[in-house]
Each structure stands twice: as structure tokens, then as C-alpha cells.
């Protein structure tokens, strides 16, 4: 899907350039050029940034922002102040009212899509959260607890979740059998063996139908997933 994106410009050229720009980015992008029209148009269509210009015809800047900040279905909605003024007492006024971020023109695109993708993260990291994955390859749900290794379900107990979950979350970081039982058994008393064994058991059901052996063994130090190159 596409991330929407509500660019608030009046001047003409800028908002041209931007929105070729986003939309080269998979963005779809929505221009206004007045205040009135920034607030309905982000009520109706709910985007999820909105960049919006300091200096407005007939609404400021600051004042759609502090409006959009007090609007119920859309007060959440990260938003990035573009603006002329860079002044530092200015930028705390925006941020004052409630904007997230501040780029100042001239500005570079690559910029402001970096800003904006932070952002985004930002504000929505229970997407990103709900699932980790490896080169595409291997994917887990952290919401519903499945694993898919490539395009395929696989089964795993308790343990071997929380062994692989650790895995990706460090790719490449070896883990000694120690820090393992401590990580995912919360309890180094447990014997290595019991490391292994479960080791054994998640190798054997991530790596199905052929596909590469994801987990590293270090000799004498441990396990990691592997990084494939
Ligand atoms: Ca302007």
C-alpha cells in the first residue's frame, strides 16, 4: 500500500516538484493550498504525514497544526513544518504547537524523505514491530507467533521461537550456550545439551525443502544466524 502523503503548499513549482518526487517514491500524494482545505481534506482522507507549509494564505502554519492537533479523527497525524524561517524561535513554535518536525528551504529532497521515513517508523512502529525477517527468506510474526520460511509455514515450540526470534533480532551476533539459557530460559542452570538440543530441532524445521542452513554453528563459542551473502 501506499503511504499518503497530504503536502500543504501554495507555492506552486515546490509542490509540483515534491509530488513528483514522492510519488517516485510510492507515495500518493494529495497538494491543498490553504488551511480551510488542509483540515478537511486531512479529516477525509487521513494521510499518514502531512508536510505542511509555515507561510499560508489566509491560515497560518501554525494554526492548521494547532488545529489538526485538536481534530479527534486526525491529532495523531505526524507533521513535518516546511518553512522559509529558520529562525530557532520559530521552530519552537512549531514544534510548540505540536509538529513533529521542522526542514527549512531550500531543503533537499533526499533530505525530507528521510526525515518523513523516520517519522513514519516513528509513529507507527507496531508495523515494523509485528514482524521480523530475514532477507525475505524467513519470516516471523511476533503478533501471531508464525514462522514462514520461504513461503512455507513451519512449526516451532516455545523455545525455538524465542531461539529464533533472538537470532533475528542480533543477524550475525554468535551467542554462547550460556547467553542463550540466560536470554531464553532466563536460567543458566540448565545443562548446554538442552541448548543443543533445541538447536537441533529449530535448524530441522526452519530449514526445509533444501533450503540453506540458517544457523551457524561457531565452534567452541556458540550459535548465530547465518549471514547469508
Ligand atoms: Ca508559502
Not at 112 to 123: E, P
Not at 125 to 141: A, G, R, V
Request: hydrophobic share 35%; glycine share 4%.
Amino acid at each position: 500500500m501506499k503511504t499518503k502523503l497530504l503536502l500543504v503548499e501554495d507555492e506552486e513549482r515546490l509542490g509540483v516538484v515534491l509530488r513528483t518526487f514522492f510519488e517516485k517514491k510510492n507515495f500518493s500524494v494529495d497538494i491543498v493550498k490553504d488551511g480551510e482545505d488542509a483540515i478537511f481534506q486531512a479529516e477525509n482522507t487521513k494521510p499518514d504525514v502531512i508536510l505542511l507549509d509555515w507561510m499560508l494564505p489566509n491560515m497560518s502554519g501554525i494554526e492548521i497544526c494547532r488545529q489538526i492537533r485538536t481534530s479527534k479523527s486526525i491529532k495523531k497525524t505526524p507533521i513535518i513544518f516546511l518553512t522559509a524561517k529558520g529562525e530557532q524561535e520559530d521552530k519552537l513554535k512549531g514544534l510548540d504547537v505540536g509538529a513533529d518536525d521542522y526542514v527549512t528551504k531550500p531543503f533537499s529532497q533526499l533530505e525530507l524523505l528521510a526525515r518523513v521515513n523516520a517519522l513514519l517508523r516513528r509513529s507507527n512502529p507496531s508495523n515494523l514491530d509485528d514482524e521480523l525477517s530475514y532477507k525475505k527468506t524467513l519470516i516471523m510474526n511476533l503478533k501471531t507467533h508464525r514462522v514462514k520460511r520461504e513461503g512455507t509455514y513451519v512449526k516451532l515450540n516455545p523455545k525455538e521461537f524465542d531461539l529464533l526470534k533472538l537470532f533475528l533480532q542480533n543477524p550475525g551476533k554468535v551467542f554462547s550456550r550460556d547467553q542463550l539459557l540466560d536470554k531464553v530460559w532466563g536460567n543458566i542452570n540448565v545443562e548446554h545439551r538442552t541448548v543443543d538440543v533445541h538447536i537441533r530441532r529449530l535448524r530441522k524445521n526452519i530449514n526445509i525443502n533444501g533450503t540453506k542452513d540458517l544457523i551457524r554453528t561457531v565452534r567452541s563459542s556458540g550459535y548465530s544466524l547465518d549471514i547469508i551473502k
